[in-house]
Nanobody, 124 residues
Framework: QVQLVESGGGLVQAGGSLRLSCAAS??????????MGWFRQTPGKEREFVAA????????IYADSVKGRFTISRDNAKRTVYLQMNNLKPEDTAVYYC???????????????WGPGTPVTVSS
């Protein structure tokens, strides 16, 4: 019933930027009361936490690997969460997933809903 759809992924050169978006929908889903997170996964590797933002007051947390380069934000009126990715590195290459949970956390098991993912490829 809850749907999360990511967009904005693609191919970019190292040092470039991308902005990912995740649009939420669902008749019983109250977007403004959910924390939102971004995770990423590469084939053969475990799912990795990237960033998360609480629903109120919108405080954020980041993985050490992306601090200073990525910024998570949300627009509750549009029911959309964003991930601005700057100074991209080849190791950022992965499928990026949007997730919704009841509290802000870096643990993927704490999230209830997931999008299908959008691929990001960073070439050197």
């Amino acid at each position: 019933q809850v749907q999360l759809v990511e967009s904005g992924g693609g191919l970019v050169q190292a040092g470039g930027s991308l902005r990912l978006s995740c649009a939420a929908s669902g008749r019983t889903f109250s977007f403004s009361t959910y924390s939102m997170g971004w995770f990423r996964q590469t084939p053969g590797k475990e799912r990795e936490f990237v960033a998360a933002i609480s629903w109120n007051p919108g405080s954020t947390i980041y993985a050490d690997s992306v601090k200073g380069r990525f910024t998570i934000s949300r627009d509750n009126a549009k029911r959309t969460v964003y991930l601005q990715m700057n100074n991209l590195k080849p190791e950022d290459t992965a499928v990026y997933y949007c997730a919704a949970g009841r509290s802000r956390t870096g643990r993927d098991t704490d999230y209830d809903y997931w999008g299908p993912g959008t691929p990001v490829t960073v070439s050197s």
